[in-house]
């Protein structure tokens, strides 16, 4: 039996996770929590890199992250939907994997398949807990569903100080070499602003950004649609930035 998982992040495609949320599972592995990651295609629409490239890739960004598990939901990159058979294969991968907290994207994004995701991962989050909901395994209740910013400005919720694994993030984000490598002529494809030099690092300021506005060097910033109960205010402001908010 698989041992339940205490963070899981859901991505459309392969890189999404470990550039919206990659600091953050870096630092809670290195806290000692189980981590992992689910992609819910292999990329097979995007301009670069092959899909059984992507997925090499994946494994080798999840291990430098230090996830636990690294899955394939087996859906249609492009063609992604909260219908019906899409919600039944995530409730079956929540059940089988047993996260504790879920992170997905945010309902607006530049992507549809990511906006898609967001939707997709609120149902399952919801019909994994339901007995009525069968699958082969049993139900399984998370105990939180947040979003992870992408593209689109949101009001955060609460920020993760990820400035003891920047480098990790990067390492796990340049993993992805199909897609953040710099593309020369020859190459043949199109130069996309992903495979343009200098993209990463711009990229990375945002998390710079984040870090100015949360006190820290870098943080993420997430968003929940419902504000937690708090049974000890005073002990969660005197923790610090970076240990309570995985709690």
Sequence with gaps: MTEPLNLLAIGAHPDDVEMSCGGWLALAAMQGYRTGI???????????GTPETREKEAREAARILG????????????????DHESVRALVEQLRALKPQVVVAPWFSCHHPDHEATARLAKKAVHFAALNGYKT??????????????????????????????IETKKAAILAYASQFRHVVEEDGKPVT????AGFIDQ?????AQFGLKAGCTHAEAYRVETAPVVGDPVKLFNEGPAQHLIR
């Design 67 to 82: 996830c636990k598990s690294v899955s394939f939901a087996g859906l249609r990159d492009g063609f992604l939907n909260d």
């Design 193 to 196: 602003r992903m495979s343009k």
């Design 136 to 165: 082969e395994l049993p139900p399984h209740r998370a105990q939180r569903l947040v979003h992870a910013r992408y593209s689109r400005h949101f009001d955060e919720s609460f920020f993760v100080d990820i400035s003891e694994v």
């Design 203 to 207: 990229f990375l300021s945002i998390s």
């Design 38 to 48: 689910l992609h819910l295609t292999r990329g097979e629409m995007g301009t670069h």
